[in-house]
């Protein structure tokens, strides 16, 4: 594992192993995409962020950002990996693109916080991933929308925080078991 862990920050090049995980993910937060629950703003309750979450936690820090890049690329493309079999210029840049385009920021936030090796500070790294996604979100969905600031984090983040809080649970306590399963040579 003390080789991995070496690769997961330094500029070494990605091994065919590293692109196959790598591509798994993508599919695995293209899935999580589509469990989606319509909200009445505009801004779909997805396990987009669990999987995003998971993979910076399971890949690291490299490894799980390119993961979060490559997803948010090929929606941007039009390939239909967002909610609802969606994707486009106009998702990443409509009312829900401020959380899409955070996605490698909180595979990041996750990477680092499974890279310190202390449950204190994978927990504080979660949280930090999901306030910068929520915050971004917000950003941009009252930037299209017009709306105030406040408003829009009461329509775009305030419903989804219970449901964060449980992602982040899920992938605090489940995160580094699969991580540890995942990269045993």
Known sequence: MEKNKSNMISGKRLSVRDF???????AVIAVCAQISIPMPYGVPLTLQTFAILLAGVVLGVKR????ALVYVFLGLTGAPVFSGFSGGVGMVFGPTGGFILSFPLLALAAGIGAYKDSRLWLGCFLFLGAVVNFSCGVLVFSAVTGHSVPLSFAYAALPFIPTEVIKIGLVFVFGKLIRRAVWVN
Do not use: E, L, N, R
Request: aromatic share 18%; charged share 0%.
């Open 20 to 26: 196959c995980f790598i591509s798994i993910f993508v």
């Open 64 to 67: 799980g950002s390119v993961a």
